[in-house]
Antibody, heavy 118, light 110 residues
Framework: QVQLRESGPGLVKPSETLSLTCSVSGGSISTYYWSWIRQPPGKGLEWIGYVYYSGSTNYNPSLKSRVTMSVDTSKNQFSLKLTSVTAADTAVYYC????????????WGQGTLVTVSS | QSALTQPPSVSGSPGQSVTISCTGTSSDVGSYNRVSWYQQPPGTAPKLMIYEVSNRPSGVPDRFSGSKSGNTASLTISGLQAEDEADYYCSLYTSSSTFVFGTGTKVTVL
């Protein structure tokens, strides 16, 4: 059974960079696309982007200028960096795997709350 | 790409059926069968319930079914149970290889 787990600081200061890592267990990170999704408190889901095991990426146009994703196949991990954060970036951040032909997100992490505050 | 439109809430009594709509445009939902549905009980991560409009992953009860007509996709829960109370989101995998989610629907079991 594939499992994903997000890790990283729960508190980030405004204007700084949010950095999260997703560790994948129970399966290889290879041959799949891996996404990040976020959910502000009490609000809906927003897709941030994906990274392929080869390192290629695709980002939400609304966040593209601030997002960088990378993958470390040796550690079975992938990462998210979001620069110049503001309070609007406060959210639960989820990592997920794109499955079933890449058209859906079949495995999700439990999510991690990141608060942007001084 | 704007968020897909869902009703804010639907409700039903145990045993009844409820249907959640997910409306896009002829350029997105109407053109592709890459619609999926996710269930999110309070305080938990989303769970995939339907992919490619009407396919159920292994382990999802057959009470959950999906369909599409024109620019609107739908999720129907038949034989509603208390455990089905959750937020539900539709999602579209776009022609730009991005995901866009619906606005979300809260299902209440009366």
């Amino acid at each position: 059974q594939v499992q994903l787990r997000e890790s990283g600081p729960g508190l980030v200061k405004p204007s700084e960079t949010l950095s999260l890592t997703c560790s994948v267990s129970g399966g290889s990170i290879s041959t799949y696309y891996w996404s990040w999704i976020r959910q502000p408190p009490g609000k809906g889901l927003e897709w941030i982007g994906y990274v392929y095991y080869s390192g290629s990426t695709n980002y939400n146009p609304s966040l593209k200028s601030r997002v960088t994703m990378s993958v470390d196949t040796s550690k079975n991990q992938f990462s998210l960096k979001l620069t110049s954060v503001t309070a609007a970036d406060t959210a639960v951040y989820y990592c997920a795997r794109e499955g079933y032909g890449g058209n859906s997100l079949d495995y999700w992490g439990q999510g991690t709350l990141v608060t942007v505050s001084s | 790409q704007s968020a897909l439109t869902q009703p804010p809430s639907v409700s039903g009594s145990p045993g009844q059926s409820v249907t959640i709509s997910c409306t896009g445009t002829s350029s997105d939902v109407g053109s592709y069968n890459r619609v999926s549905w996710y269930q999110q009980p309070p305080g938990t991560a989303p769970k995939l319930m339907i992919y490619e409009v009407s396919n159920r992953p292994s382990g999802v009860p057959d009470r959950f079914s999906g369909s599409k007509s024109g620019n609107t996709a739908s999720l129907t829960i038949s034989g509603l149970q208390a455990e089905d109370e959750a937020d539900y989101y539709c999602s579209l995998y776009t022609s730009s290889s991005t995901f866009v989610f619906g606005t979300g629907t809260k299902v209440t079991v009366l």
